[in-house]
């Protein structure tokens, strides 16, 4: 991983099991990636959070997805989780987080989701799912939100459309089912972390 600018690329890691998941973030951490979330509805997710933050916690970030309630940042929290990703945007979700020290990237769909998430807190959007919301979206977004708040596409974006969303404006990227699936092959993993990083890191 770079020692200067982060890649800000956040794997989703949905369906992975404990006894895997450091086989499956070893090439992901190697790529270059920023963050790895595990989402809540894996198996035993704090068990794997923990085991990635023992192994890789001083090199990327680690949190949970898919983070619902109040009660369960308060439980990535005391599992050691540092990032928290919803789908939806959900103001006591996210001032929890912000609460406990932990970085809160809220889901949002539409500007008024987005601003609500601004006022709760976050400074980091989950545009979520990109693919309905579309590039020229995120920038109508980008042109009334407050200054220095970060728009992260997720859903439907990989290494065939990174640069695209990079020279578009946004912040980062969050990879699911592009990158991991349940059930996959380290070392499969492993290529396409390199596909995506290489992709994102060359643009215009």
């Known amino acids: 991983m770079p020692d200067t600018v982060p890649s800000n690329l956040i794997a989703i890691l949905r369906g992975v099991r404990p006894d895997e998941v450091l086989d499956i973030a070893e090439g992901i951490v190697a790529a270059g990636f920023s963050a790895i979330e595990v989402p809540l509805n894996s198996p035993d997710p704090l068990t794997s959070i923990a085991a990635l933050i023992e192994k890789f916690g001083d090199k990327v970030d680690i949190g949970a997805g898919t983070v619902l309630t109040a009660d369960q940042v308060r439980d990535c929290a005391q599992a050691g989780a540092r990032i928290i990703v919803a789908p939806n945007t959900d103001s006591e979700v996210i001032s929890t987080a912000v609460e ?44 009334v939100l407050p200054a220095g708040t970060e728009l992260f596409p997720v859903g439907g974006v990989g290494a065939d459309n990174a640069a695209e969303w990079r020279n578009a404006g946004a912040a980062g990227l969050g990879l699911g089912s592009s990158l991991y699936r349940r059930g996959d092959r380290p070392d499969d993993v492993r290529v396409r972390a390199e596909a995506i990083a290489s992709a994102w890191a060359h643009t215009n």
Do not use: H
Request: net charge positive.
């Open 100 to 143: 406990l020290g932990l970085t809160p990237y809220p889901g949002a769909a539409t500007p008024t989701e987005a601003f609500a998430a601004v006022k709760a807190g976050a400074t980091k959007v989950k545009l979520f799912p990109s693919s309905a919301v579309g590039i020229n979206g995120m920038k109508a977004w980008s042109e």
